[in-house]
């Protein structure tokens, strides 16, 4: 089990594991946000600042060993943080201009090994596409996009799309006039094992304005929605 714990005030968390059966945690380094655990368990990622203080992602062991803060190859972009995807050899991220600079403003790939590679995976347009979770088998990659034209915050209600991890593929899985959202730090969504299917809190309407929310799965295609959970102000 790994976590991290952030105290009130503090500009930096602290990140930990637990071992299977036992009940002694072990720091494993300072973090700058919630480090996210790689797919084979090996590796973290977490938000670093490049030497020109722009936003990037940091890649270490998970023994804290090996820290690196991946370079970004555009020179116009800010890179923070992101989700594996592709396995654990490359890493997904919401990226924009600098300076607030709304130019650009897609979900980008990269290489874990060297930060190169570069692809541009989605275009958002006015809005802000957010990388949610990579499939088990690192093909594809769900992502969140605000439902409302113009819309950029995270905490509006948002539509689900899946696109493959090489930029093809783009595809809408929640239903027009149905929406979804942020909840629990994006369990509202989640992957079969085999990566066939997709699991999605889903709201007639607008998401916090609605009382009609229940569970979905559906094909990774967006083939196949059904309701499996009850209907109300869940």
Known sequence: VVFSR???GADQGELYQIDAGATVKHAVRSVNDAAILSPSATRFLDFAPTPDDRGSTAIFNVDGSGYR?????DPALGLPGGVWS???T???TEGWGLDGDPHGVSIYSRRTSDGGGLIRLTDAGTRHDYPVKSSPDGSELLFFRPNAKDEISDSAAQDLFVVGADGHGLTR???PGMTTAFVFSGASVSWSPDSTKVSVVLANGPFWNSTSRSVYIANEDGSGLQRIGPRGDI
Request: glycine content about 6%; overall charge neutral; aromatic content about 6%.
């Open 90 to 92: 490359r890493v997904a």
């Open 6 to 8: 952030f105290l009130p």
């Open 173 to 175: 899985l929640s239903p």
């Open 86 to 88: 592709a396995g654990d």
């Open 69 to 73: 803060v991946l370079p970004i190859p």
